[in-house]
């Protein structure tokens, strides 16, 4: 549940709130970047009347879905994410583009070149990969951000980059703009709290065999450290089928929409794991009301050293650019 304190609330009476909680082994977490300030905190009937007796409070709202900081049961309006040269949410459509690994200097700034030809917000990469195999390309590590950053910064362009682990949180942060949470990490808790305690935007890829719910939450782990700055990406998920790489969850792009406040983004790169069907998902995510989409492009796929059978090249990455967008101003007048 969620309890409005007073707007006058003082240090003092936080304090004294923290004191009963932590007395009656209760977790919470004061949500200070509302206002007024809100306790979110699970409580049992008997606890609530209990905790009543002993400090004021203005009013609960009990949060009936999955999640509390992130259900828009509890925000009803959107959160809009800013970046350096864009606002990701609301009613504005994010194109998210370029390779899955940064190889050379050449490569990402020719990636880059192409991104931001076809409109682009963000500039994506990987400098360090967490592949499925140990024998394939790990990614270029510092250098691979360094480059990266030199190409989105020459076409003015964000920077969204994954970070794997805790350790290289600090130096991931110092040059991305958005960090990247992968499926494979998503309930890395003890990461998910870390990057919550950032000032930088994070990218929350679904796991590969979660539900909505379990995603949702880890999504809290994020909100519940102070930062509110979230991006929920849908990346398809493991079933019986082998014909494509993942199963792109349509239904997810449509239901987080309702269920969450912040924005929703759609990987139809590694959704379908093959390129010649990127374009069809990602019109379909854009029509199912996602904010954006994060797509893989390569300069030349076939010479990719990861994914290019995913990756689109130059060509189809403008067309696809071009259809989304125009479905984007369709579903503005449609909706209006």
């Given at each position: ?69 992130t259900s828009r049961e509890g925000h009803p309006n959107d959160t809009i994410i800013q970046t350096k040269h864009h606002m990701i949410g609301g009613t504005n459509l994010t194109i998210m583009a370029g390779p899955c690994a940064v190889e050379s200097r050449e490569q990402i700034f020719e990636a880059a070149k192409i991104a931001k030809k076809g409109g682009a917000h963000v500039l ?213």
């Amino acid at each position: 549940m969620i309890i409005k304190l007073p707007i006058d609330v003082t240090e003092d009476d936080l304090l004294r709130y923290e004191r009963y909680l932590r007395q009656h082994e209760i977790p919470f977490i004061f949500d200070k970047a509302s206002q007024p300030i809100q306790l979110v905190v699970h409580l049992l009937e008997h606890q609530l009347d209990a905790f009543k007796q002993e400090v004021p409070f203005d009013c609960v709202e009990k949060i009936k879905g999955p999640g509390l900081l992130t259900s828009r049961e509890g925000h009803p309006n959107d959160t809009i994410i800013q970046t350096k040269h864009h606002m990701i949410g609301g009613t504005n459509l994010t194109i998210m583009a370029g390779p899955c690994a940064v190889e050379s200097r050449e490569q990402i700034f020719e990636a880059a070149k192409i991104a931001k030809k076809g409109g682009a917000h963000v500039l994506r990469g990987g400098a360090f990969k967490p592949r499925t195999s140990p024998y394939t390309f790990q990614g270029l590590g510092e250098q691979g951000l360094m480059w990266m950053r030199e190409a989105a910064d020459y076409y003015d362009l964000a920077m969204i980059t994954e970070v794997m682990d805790e350790k290289n949180l600090q130096l991931v942060e110092h040059y991305t703009d958005i960090l990247q949470i992968g499926a494979r990490n998503m309930q890395n808790y003890r990461l998910l709290e870390a990057v919550g305690r950032s000032s930088k935007p994070v990218a929350l890829k679904r796991g590969m065999a979660s539900t909505i719910e379990e995603w949702l939450n880890a999504g809290e782990y994020i909100v519940s450290r102070g930062n509110h700055q979230l991006l929920f990406v849908e990346r398809g998920i493991r079933t019986f089928e082998p014909w494509t790489r993942n199963t792109f969850d349509i239904n997810a792009v449509a239901m987080m929409k309702q269920l969450t406040h912040f924005p929703i983004i759609a990987d139809p790169s590694h959704g379908v794991g093959k390129s010649e069907y990127v374009t069809s998902v990602a019109k379909a995510s854009v029509v199912a009301g996602a904010h954006g989409v994060i797509v893989e492009v390569h300069p030349e796929p076939e010479k990719a050293l990861s994914d290019g059978r995913q990756s689109l090249d130059e060509k189809a990455y403008l067309n696809m650019s071009h259809q989304i967008k125009q479905l984007h101003a369709l579903n503005q007048t449609l909706e209006m």
